[in-house]
């Protein structure tokens, strides 16, 4: 199973930027799909979800809405759509992928859900800076 991320760069506060992640070696269509990223000095952030059952999806509290998954089963690629980018944005991103015995992999954190970063494939991470 590969994973290859791309999309990430450059770009100033308030903007948008997609991200996707091409996957090899597996059926996208049942597996589930997260977005993660990791600031410098900071641990790995889990961002958003998609069940591969249903395709219902879960997003960070933290995030107020702005960044949202999607999924072509067809081209066996996803995406994270990440709109009004900030400066507390700007990290390396990684794509995961769940089989669908293990889903999404949302726990409770001191009463908060959050995403588990135990994903069993992972993309090599693209860098996003948010920067004037």
């Known amino acids: 199973v590969q994973l290859q991320a791309s999309g990430g760069g450059l770009v100033q506060p308030g903007g948008s930027l997609r991200l996707s992640c091409k996957v090899s070696?597996?059926?996208?269509?049942?597996?589930?799909i997260g977005w993660f990223r990791q600031a410098p000095g900071k641990e790995r952030e889990g961002l958003v979800c998609?069940?591969?059952?249903?395709?219902?999806?879960w997003d960070a509290d933290s995030l107020k809405g702005r960044f949202t998954i999607s999924k072509d089963n067809a081209k066996n690629v996803f995406y994270l759509q990440m709109d009004d980018l900030q400066s507390d944005d700007t990290a390396v991103y990684y794509c995961?992928?769940?089989?669908?015995?293990?889903?999404?992999?949302?726990?409770?954190?001191?009463?908060?859900?959050?995403?588990?970063?135990?994903?069993?494939?992972w993309g090599q991470g693209t860098l996003v800076t948010v920067s004037s």
């Open positions: 998609m069940h591969g059952s249903d395709g219902k999806t």
């Open positions: 995961a992928t769940n089989p669908p015995t293990k889903g999404c992999g949302l726990m409770v954190v001191d009463g908060s859900l959050e995403l588990s970063s135990d994903y069993e494939s």
């Open positions: 070696g597996l059926t996208l269509e049942n597996y589930a």
